[in-house]
T-cell receptor
Framework: DVKVTQSSRYLVKRTGEKVFLECVQDMDHENMFWYRQDPGLGLRLIYF???????EKGDIPEGYSVSREKKERFSLILESASTNQTSMYLC??????????????????FGDGTRLSIL | AQTVTQSQPEMSVQEAETVTLSCTYDTSESDYYLFWYKQPPSRQMILVIRQEAYKQQNATENRFSVNFQKAAKSFSLKISDSQLGDAAMYFCAYRSPAWHEKLTFGTGTRLTIIP
């Protein structure tokens, strides 16, 4: 089974701190994603990466950055945490069907989420 | 840009009964993929069922089935013989065939199972 591991289940930080959320997957997936989940808003994509050192902005990238130095690890960085970044953060990974030369409906596999509170 | 709408924030169903969760989407693409994910209180998102737009046949996974109406851009989830373990948030998601393979999610439906 695919395993996506997020480093913390709960995290409390202060405004202005630099915050790192780590995500590791063990299935050699090309694609990795960071979402935030807020009540009534569903999941919104922050950033994604389709290869090492490659990154693309999602729908709400402001205030965030990412790093992908190794294929299995995708980090989300809050450069200067603010209270409006209090949320649940979900990491996901998936195969890239084009890279693997087959057309298939590959789902994304999710971690357990990190509930981040900014005080 | 694609949008996904789940118009039922909350639903409840008696144990062993059948419930249908609605999902509509807006797209100009002719080929795409649709998913239903479940998020129980444990928080991990679990894939329930998936559907390719080019397939006319509705997907089925055990007690879970979909009613995919491409012209109406509707993708509802039917849960038969509801069980207590089905209690969760359910999210509908759309994926374009574009290279990035990112998902667009609806706002979710919280399903409660009444014993």
């Amino acid at each position: 089974d695919v395993k996506v591991t997020q480093s913390s289940r709960y995290l409390v930080k202060r405004t202005g701190e630099k915050v790192f959320l780590e995500c590791v997957q063990d299935m050699d997936h090309e694609n990795m994603f960071w979402y935030r989940q807020d009540p009534g808003l569903g999941l919104r994509l922050i950033y994604f990466s389709y290869d090492v050192k490659m990154k693309e902005k999602g729908d709400i990238p402001e205030g965030y950055s990412v790093s992908r130095e190794k294929k299995e690890r995708f980090s989300l960085i809050l450069e200067s945490a603010s209270t409006n970044q209090t949320s649940m953060y979900l990491c996901a990974s998936s195969e890239n069907s084009r890279v693997r030369m087959h057309l298939s409906n590959q789902p994304q596999h999710f971690g357990d989420g990190t509930r981040l509170s900014i005080l | 840009a694609q949008t996904v709408t789940q118009s039922q924030p909350e639903m409840s169903v008696q144990e062993a009964e059948t419930v249908t969760l609605s999902c509509t989407y807006d797209t100009s693409e002719s080929d795409y993929y649709l998913f239903w994910y479940k998020q129980p209180p444990s928080r991990q998102m679990i894939l329930v069922i998936r559907q390719e737009a080019y397939k006319q046949q509705n997907a089925t996974e055990n007690r879970f089935s979909v009613n995919f109406q491409k012209a109406a851009k509707s993708f509802s989830l039917k849960i038969s013989d509801s069980q207590l373990g089905d209690a969760a948030m359910y999210f509908c998601a759309y994926r374009s065939p574009a290279w990035h393979e990112k998902l667009t999610f609806g706002t979710g439906t919280r399903l409660t199972i009444i014993p």
